[in-house]
């Protein structure tokens, strides 16, 4: 099979389009022909070399967690699933052994792994993470789904328990974890502010149909939160940029309201007043990815047509480390989805 590997830590030019052997499917596994994936600041932390363990490879290593594939053969203990059947994937590996995982609180699982390994043209996933997929939706929104929608989902619903009382504000809307929160949020009667860096990204987000939008870089972004909420604030901040942006979500948080955050893009080191945590009552919610049950949900309302993924660019397999750069270098209004095998 054709595969893009990396043999050692570094920048995009690490990156090696190559024959490599075929993945053997176990019997609690699936042989899967990888139709499209998708590039994530986690693939990019991957290729650097981030400290997280769950962010360690082997070498040589097929980075990629989110999945549009076909099945091509099954395990030989495997039910529920057929050659031909159009499937993605929950990356989260919980260990099933800690005592969260036995408490059945699996997103809460003290060693977790997560998947990687669809920027191939085969891959092997165990079955239990298989999540199917009606072949109506087009290949380009199933391989936007797995690393986005099920993170916002947790965090949305799991930790900050959305509803149509709340006004959510989402950081950079036009990423893919910020336009997976507003649609989430949407669905689930919330009303949306969401940030953009530039005019034309304002213009893209209006897709989505945020009631707000607003410019983190230009604007006092939050005096308008204030202003939107007769003087709330947001009741639910959706965090995932960090350093650059932690003190106006405290700011701009509601009396009594959420951050919920899975994510640093901009750095790990944000400084807080503590005092005005505590004083305003807020709550600060860590998550990552989501569960199996996060995954199937979500995954019904992709079927359904109630998430429609900004796409930034289409690359193939051999454009990998041009599509890494972009990533690096600038912030894609969407996701950059890799054409595999599929239309």
């Not at 005019?199 to 989505?208: D, G, I, N, Q, Y």
């Amino acid at each position: 099979m054709l595969a893009a590997r990396i043999h050692e830590l570094g920048g995009p030019e690490v990156f090696r389009v190559e024959e490599a052997p075929d993945p053997v499917p176990g019997p609690h596994d699936l042989l899967v022909a990888v139709r499209a994936t998708s590039i994530n600041h986690r693939d990019v932390w991957q290729r650097r070399g981030h400290p997280h363990p769950t962010y360690r490879v082997e070498f040589p290593a097929i980075l990629g967690i989110d999945l549009c594939a076909d099945v091509v053969e099954t395990g030989a203990e495997v039910d529920g699933f057929a050659a031909g059947d159009r499937v993605t994937i929950s990356p989260y590996i919980p260990c099933g052994r800690c005592e969260n995982c036995r408490r059945s609180r699996p997103q809460y699982c003290t060693a977790f792994d997560v998947f990687h390994g669809t920027y191939a043209e085969l891959a092997v996933i165990p079955s239990a993470l298989a999540v199917p997929v009606s072949a109506a939706v087009p290949d380009a929104d199933v391989a936007s789904f797995s690393n986005t929608y099920i993170t916002a989902w947790q965090m949305l619903n799991g930790k900050a328990e959305v509803g149509p009382d709340d006004t959510v504000f989402v950081w950079a809307g036009t990423s893919g974890l910020g336009s997976a929160a507003i649609e989430i949020a949407r669905l689930f009667g919330a009303k949306v502010v969401t940030s953009v860096g530039s005019e034309a990204k304002r213009e893209l987000v209006s897709r989505l149909q945020p009631d707000l939008i607003v410019n983190h870089y230009e604007e006092d972004i939050c005096e308008l939160v204030a202003e939107f909420t007769d003087g709330r604030g947001a009741t639910i901040v959706f965090e995932h940029v960090g350093q650059a942006s932690w003190e106006r979500s405290m700011q701009m948080c509601a009396a009594g309201g959420t951050i919920v955050s899975a994510g640093a893009t901009t750095g790990d080191r944000a400084e807080m007043d503590v005092t005005f945590m505590f004083a305003r009552q807020l709550r600060i919610l860590g998550s990552r990815l989501g569960t199996m049950d996060d995954a199937l949900s979500a995954a019904r309302h992709l079927e359904a047509g109630a998430f429609k993924p900004l796409i930034a660019e289409t690359i193939t397999l051999q454009e990998i480390a041009e599509g890494h750069r972009m990533m690096e270098e600038f912030a894609p209004a969407g996701k950059i989805i890799v054409s595999v095998s599929g239309s």
